[in-house]
């Protein structure tokens, strides 16, 4: 079992449209917990840190249950813009570690 | 403020020649990172610095790939030889420090790669 699974893409969605991106971790120590960008052939840069009680920036809401080992990336109001891979990664807590998922690709259309 | 620098962007090799990529990270980042990123998939760590000693190096194929951060600042990542499947996008990335209790909760700030085709 991979240590981090994300939804398999691609997930193409009109402009306008709500999508959501589920990911799933399998150590239960893990301690932090993120969701990166990487536009195409381009370096992840870090979108947002996921936080117990949710939190949200601007269109993009971050979710995680800690008991069920999940993790979730609300978009509302996609944008064209908003197309790149979205990689969800988590810190293991030994040696401040990053494990990434295999990226889950959006596509917004016009 | 300059961003993490990597060259060469781009290599083109025969299997079993050698290779090298170099990084030079954020000014004040103590913490150094390589990752290799193969096609499809997320970045894998290979090997973790702080200032010039390893934290992680437990997925660095050592038979042949070496690193070294000799002076804390900027780092070198070495194949020989290379194999086809060593072809890749080589990720640098450095961030702060880590925290006593060793966890990073300093962003990793990334650099632009160097893409590696091994022919």
Known sequence: RKEVE???????????????FNCTYS??????????????????????????????????TAQLNRASQYISLLIRDSKL?????????????????????????????? | EAGVAQSPRYKIIEKRQSVAFWCNPISGHATLYWYQQILGQGPKLL??????????????PKDRFSAERLKGVDSTLKIQ???????????????????????????????PGTRLTVL
């Open chain 1, 6 to 20: 994300q939804d398999p893409g691609p997930f193409n969605v009109p402009e306008g449209a709500t999508v959501a």
């Open chain 1, 27 to 60: 150590n239960s120590a893990s301690q932090s917990f993120f969701w990166y960008r990487q536009d195409c052939r381009k370096e992840p840069k870090l979108l947002m840190s996921v936080y117990s009680s949710g939190n949200e920036d601007g269109r993009f």
């Open chain 1, 81 to 110: 813009s908003d197309s790149a891979t979205y990689l969800c990664v988590v810190n293991k807590w030994q040696g401040g570690k990053l494990i990434f998922g295999q990226g889950t690709e959006l596509s917004v259309k016009p």
């Open chain 2, 47 to 60: 090997i973790q610095f702080q200032n010039n000693g390893v934290v992680d190096d437990s997925q660095l």
């Open chain 2, 81 to 111: 030889p290379a194999k086809l499947e060593d072809s890749a996008v080589y990720l640098c990335a450095s961030s702060l420090e880590l925290d006593y209790t060793g966890l990073n909760t300093d962003t990793q700030y990334f650099g």
